[in-house]
């Protein structure tokens, strides 16, 4: 399962089934290299980015020839030498029925750099060059940065996925790392992901168990937004 395209092995599992089990709706995977976390942004290797893509999804995709293509965001423009703005896809939802907005970037952004479990400052990229994020309304973006970053759709693409803001309490979210973006609740930790209960992404699946060492079931989310997987649990 590759970051780039998270339902790849399904969609070759499918067509090695006999004909007869084409309808099955369950799917089992043998992994040679499991995941080390449920934590999309607990340490950024291969296995935890094919995993988490079928959970969580980022504000740009790549398509299989490596070409940027929107993703929660679905356009993005430089205003100047040191801002991008990105207008984000309306009518997504999060897994448990809330929507998806520009208070779900920001709130992500300021958790990447305040996650104390990460290992080596993982999914801290581009995020610690950002000298300002603007949310003027539900469904805009303002990045400003400390210096011009004309890759900044490259930076983004597939390297932040994007986390559901009521899983803290908050204030009023504000960019401010340092102070802590306004959130008045700890922090959640790679732990709590782990359980399952903060694992809310706007993905194809959610996350119905993870037993580090034992096994991940995940099934089928039936409001994503995009195209449905074919398998019902995996």
Known sequence: MSRRTPLSLASLAA??????????????????????????????????????????????????????IPGLAQSWRAVDDNTWE???RQGVKFSNGEPFTSKDVLFT?????????????????PAQSFSDVQTPDDYTVIIKSERPIP???????????????????????????KEG???????????D????KLSIGTGPYKLKSYVKGTGIEMERNEGYWGTKPHWKSV
Request: hydrophobic residues 45%; neutral net charge; charged residues 15%.
């Open 15 to 68: 067509l090695a089934l006999p004909a007869g089990m084409a309808a099955a709706q369950s799917l089992t995977i043998g992994l040679a290299s499991e995941p080390t976390a449920a934590d999309p942004h607990y340490h950024k290797v291969t296995t935890n980015d094919a995993f988490s893509a079928h959970i969580f999804e980022s504000l740009i995709n790549r398509n299989a020839q490596m070409e940027l």
């Open 86 to 88: 990105l207008k984000l």
């Open 109 to 125: 952004l300021c958790r990447v750099l305040n996650n104390e479990t990460n290992v080596s400052r993982s999914y801290m990229e």
């Open 151 to 177: 890759t900044m759709p490259n930076e983004l693409a597939r390297s932040l996925p994007i986390i559901w803001s009521g899983i803290a309490k908050f204030d009023k979210l504000r960019f401010a790392p």
């Open 181 to 191: 973006c306004g959130v008045t609740s700890p922090w959640p930790t790679v732990a």
């Open 193 to 196: 992901f782990n359980t399952g």
